[in-house]
Each structure stands twice: as structure tokens, then as C-alpha cells.
């Protein structure tokens, strides 16, 4: 995880690029370090979280979550991994802002559930698609009653589709959409407001903003983690389509240096 600090900004870089910026237990303790670091700083006023091009963040590394679930420790990967990260996004002093320039996907649509802002490009797309694969969009549905809504989790989680960049502003999971070109411009307007702000005044709004986020959706993304360790990483529907999703990784692997010989 890459950090840069920008005067009172923290600029916070996914950098998994090969996997999509997809997120494993090292990647989430890497983003509450950085969370924890502009907390901790009275010269922060913004966190800013960006991925790449291509992907902001593509979810959870299915490859870590197997591993962690096949050495039996897939309880202590979500509760004592993953979940203390959303946690600190939630409780943070800072605004915390997510730049989306690709695709945000599962655990990364996750992220700008708990992100204060979140400015797209028009590129950027968004899917909750972990029933293709088994599983469920466990933080997204918990904390949806307090940080989005029913049918917004429905139209993402239940067919597993993709939407657009528009799409997304419509039903409030983006605060900014722009031109990739105007990318930088928005960023800076909206940093610009902040700083225009008075710290404390800012972190007793963001915690009245985020108050039953706090109060209801972390206990309930608590329960739906246990639940999908305990009810669903156990049967075999999962087992059998992770095992169709790395068959066809391999076979698209294949083709793909096949058609480049």
C-alpha cells in the first residue's frame, strides 16, 4: 500500500495493479494503517483513495479468500482483517474520499459504501457480482440500510450487473461523476471545500453523518460475516463454483498466450 502526503492531504494508492487492485488481508491492514496515520495527524484533512486506470478495486482476492478458508482461518481473515478496516473509515475524523477511474467491484464498491465522497470518471464502472461465484455482497447488504438503500443493493447484488458511471450518481453510490480529463479538477474543488472548513466542526458532522452506520451497519456487517463463514463458505454451491471460476481463469490464461504465440 502507497501513501503520499499532499500539504494536509493523504493520498492512499491501491497498488495490487496485476490483480485488478483486488484486496487481501495485507491490503486491508495496509489501508487501516493509512486511515490510522491521518487520524492521527492534525495537519490531515483528507484521505484520498485511489486505484488505477483500469481498476479501482476489483474486491476481495479470491485467491487469499480460498487460502484463508481452507486453512480453516477465513473467520479470522473477514472479522480481524477486513472489517476493522471499514470500521476505521466509518470512525475517522477525515473525510475520506475515493477517486474511481475503472472498475469497483464486491469488496471495492464496499469501500465507497463506507467513503464519505466519491468522485467516478465516466469510465468507471460498478457490479456487486459475488453470488456468480457463490458467496454475498456481506458489508454492502448489512451496511446498505445506513449507508445507501434497499433498492440500490437490490438492482447491484441481485442480478450481479454491471451499471455506469451515471447510473451510479442517480442512485447516490458516486457524489461527483466527470470527464477523465477533469479528473484532477474535481479533486482539487473538492479538497479546496474542505480545507475551507473548520476541523472539528467537520469531524462532529462526519460522525452525526455516519452515526448509525457506526451503531447498526458495523454490528450487522459483523453478523453477515460470521454468517458467510458458517453457513455459506461451507456448502458446497460455493466450493463448486470457485472451482468453475479458476477452471475458466485457467482456460481464458490459455487462450489468451495461445493467441499471442
Known amino acids: 500500500m502507497k501513501t503520499a502526503e499532499e500539504v494536509d492531504v493523504l493520498h492512499v494508492y491501491l497498488d495490487r495493479g496485476a490483480k485488478l487492485n483486488a484486496m487481501d488481508r495485507a ?110 455482497a456481506t458489508i454492502y447488504l448489512a451496511a446498505c440500510s445506513t449507508a445507501s438503500n434497499r433498492r440500490t443493493g437490490a438492482k447491484l447484488a441481485l442480478p450481479g450487473q454491471r451499471i455506469t458511471a451515471a447510473e451510479s450518481l442517480r442512485l447516490g453510490i458516486s457524489t461527483h461523476v466527470c470527464q477523465e480529463e477533469d479528473l484532477d479538477t474535481v479533486l482539487k474543488d473538492v479538497l479546496d471545500g474542505i480545507r475551507a472548513t473548520k476541523p472539528e466542526a467537520t469531524a462532529r458532522t462526519k460522525a452525526w453523518l455516519n452515526r448509525d452506520l457506526i451503531s447498526t451497519g458495523l454490528p450487522r456487517c459483523h453478523e453477515a460475516l460470521t454468517e458467510l463463514c458458517h453457513e455459506t463458505l461451507t456448502q458446497p454451491e460455493y466450493h463448486n463454483a470457485v472451482t468453475a471460476y479458476f477452471a475458466a481463469s485457467r482456460l481464458r490464461s490459455t487462450t489468451a498466450k495461445e493467441a499471442s504465440a
Open 27 to 136: 491490503a486491508w491492514e495496509g489501508l487501516a494503517t493509512a486511515i490510522g496515520t491521518a487520524d492521527a495527524s492534525p495537519l490531515i484533512r483528507s484521505l484520498v483513495i485511489h486505484g488505477d486506470p483500469r481498476a479501482f478495486c476489483a474486491g476481495n482476492d479470491i485467491n487469499a479468500m480460498v487460502e484463508a478458508q481452507a486453512k480453516g482461518d477465513d473467520l479470522e481473515y473477514f472479522l480481524r482483517g477486513m472489517l476493522p478496516t471499514f470500521e476505521m473509515m466509518a470512525r475517522s475524523r477525515v473525510p475520506i474520499i475515493s477517486v474511481v477511474e475503472g472498475i469497483a467491484f464486491g469488496g471495492g464498491l464496499e469501500i465507497l459504501c463506507f467513503s464519505d465522497l466519491v468522485i467516478a470518471t465516466q469510465n468507471a464502472s460498478f457490479a456487486l457480482p459475488e453470488t456468480r461465484i457463490g458467496v454475498w
